[in-house]
């Protein structure tokens, strides 16, 4: 019978490689894991918690179980199956999420937890277990203790610091979240057969059919039939990669964007942000408005000026550019700028909805807030916010310090209106209520009767003014529009806020006001 190789000593420099690798492998699964859950689920805080936490899960889990099966086993035969089992479940996530993803749609904490470990938790507990390993290795000397633990644990923060900023910064904007993770997976099975070969286990590379064939006659069945399924399972996953429905038009860097076609009008596109519907163009009638709140908004404008009077208007997020469009073709000759965050989305909406930069229509792609700051003063008859994160408009667009800002871009009797979602019992959007009342003299809450009252959650629209609102012409307004609703003031909007706090940069938890239906 062949002897099998004695193993080869894992040199520093490949031992710090290897963590480092490893370490990072995990981040840039992390990150990726938001993008990929989060067109089932949104992205929300509570996703992102999700997220973190399920990753943080995994790598304790992980380097405990890897530490444990390197006291019990050689480590110099735990190291490339680690690496090879990683590649499988990293190729295997995602059509295993892109499919239970469908079914698990909207189905709250329980699906935003299943599909973050079905995305995360495996091979980032298996790349977890590497560190353990290679320490196990290295330590050849009880004396040198300290410095080893301690230079690797520093190796696999800086990996995993170095795959966040680049997968942040670099990947996400230049590749699909498929192709950055069968990338991933590709690579960490090349460095299991690397690292077979490195340690002996596979021969030398120069001989790799005979040195692999080796170490299948000296395997035994178990070892043969876990290796069999192991590839099959990865080459599975590959090709389910390359089948599987994808839920996007485009991935931009913050979005999963798709438009759909309506049927039932010609010119109807719906734009899907996420899963979630967020706006509706008819290509054939920019004055067309498809949701009960763009009426409502649109009811607003009415109020402000009358048909075919240009107005100057600041919108807070694009999406798909309904409303800045419905400004200009009810009032030839508006002014509209646009502050949208994802550039991505802007050269969607110029590709496929039409959007067209020109002198009635301006765009600056970047934060709303920060770009708001830029504005001059007294510069806007309107502003209307309609920027969000899944259901929840950002927490930082709801503050009293940013409220107190976009009174500062509105011209004297000038209108701030802001689209906010919310379900009973109503804790955001009282909130939000209670802090621009903090701010302007004059507000008003437009939405359907059973959402006012607290019976059923609902979109609602905020309307606020240094000066006395136009409420005759937008309660008339707002009653002739396709979805009709109630618009309160005064003393009903005193007793519809109750009790609520005003949201500061000190203070708003958005996503833990917003009651998820």
């Known amino acids: 019978m062949e002897n099998p190789p004695a193993p080869r000593v894992l040199s520093d420099a490949i031992a710090v490689a290897i963590v480092f690798l490893a370490a990072a492998a995990v981040l840039v699964l992390e990150v990726i894991g938001l993008r990929l859950v989060g067109p089932y689920v949104g992205i929300t805080l509570q996703t992102s918690s999700a997220v973190i936490g399920v990753s943080l899960g995994a790598i304790a889990y992980g380097a405990w179980t890897g530490g444990v099966l390197a006291d019990r086993l050689d480590p110099h035969k735990l190291l490339p199956p680690a690496f090879a089992l990683a590649a499988v479940a990293t190729a295997v996530t995602l059509p295993l999420v892109r499919w239970l993803g469908e079914i698990l749609r909207g189905s709250g904490v329980f699906g935003t937890l299943v599909l973050a470990a079905l995305a995360i938790f495996i091979p980032g507990a298996l790349l977890s277990a590497i560190t353990p390993i290679v320490v196990k290795l290295r330590l050849s000397d009880t004396g040198r203790t300290g410095r080893v633990v301690g230079r690797l ?19 996400v904007a230049a590749l699909p979240t498929s192709a950055i993770l069968l990338g991933l997976a590709v690579l960490l099975f090349v460095v299991a057969v690397l690292l077979g070969y490195r340690l002996g286990a596979l021969g030398h590379w120069r001989t790799w059919p005979r040195g692999a064939w080796r170490w299948w006659r ?14 099959l399972l990865g080459v599975a996953g590959t090709l389910l990669s390359a089948a599987v429905p994808t839920p996007c038009d485009v991935e931009t860097a913050y979005q ?36 009960g709140y763009t009426e409502w908004l649109g009811a607003v404008v009415d109020s402000l000026a009358p048909a075919g009077t240009p107005v100057r208007a600041l919108h807070l997020g694009g999406g798909g550019f309904t409303l800045p469009r419905y400004v200009t073709a009810t009032r030839p000759g508006s002014v509209n700028r646009v502050l949208e965050l994802d550039g991505g989305l802007v050269r969607l909406d ?27 003063s007294q510069a806007y008859d309107l502003v209307i916010g309609d920027a969000f994160g899944h259901l929840a408009v950002p927490w930082h667009l709801t503050t009293r310090e940013f409220v107190t800002d976009i009174a500062r871009v509105l011209r004297p009797g000038g209108i701030y209106a802001l689209n906010v979602i919310d379900y009973p019992p109503d804790k955001l959007i009282t909130a939000e209520v209670v802090t621009l009342m903090d701010v302007f003299a004059h507000v008003a809450l437009i939405s359907s009767d059973d959402a006012l009252a607290g019976r059923t959650g609902n979109n609602f629209v905020l ?17 002739a529009v396709a979805r009709p609703a109630s618009v309160l003031e005064g003393q009903s909007l005193v007793d519809f806020r109750g009790d609520a706090r005003v949201l500061t940069d000190d203070f708003a938890p958005v996503d833990q006001l917003l009651t998820h239906p």
């Open 350 to 376: 110029e590709q496929q909805l039409g959007v067209t930069p020109g002198p009635d229509l301006s765009i600056v792609v970047g934060d709303a807030r920060v770009s708001a700051a830029r504005e001059p």
């Open 256 to 291: 999963c964007a798709r438009i759909v076609p309506d049927p039932t009008r010609p010119g109807g596109r719906l734009l899907l942000l996420n899963g979630a519907r967020h706006s509706y163009v008819d290509l054939n009638d920019l004055s067309y408005l498809e949701f």
């Open 463 to 479: 309307v606020a003014s240094t000066g006395p609102l136009p409420t005759d012409a937008l309660r008339a307004a707002v009653a």
């Open 153 to 171: 644990s520093s190796i696999g923060t800086l990996g995993g610091i170095t795959a966040t900023l680049v997968t942040g910064f670099v990947l």
């Open 218 to 231: 000296r395997a035994t069945v178990n070892q043969r039939q876990v290796a069999a399924g192991a590839v």
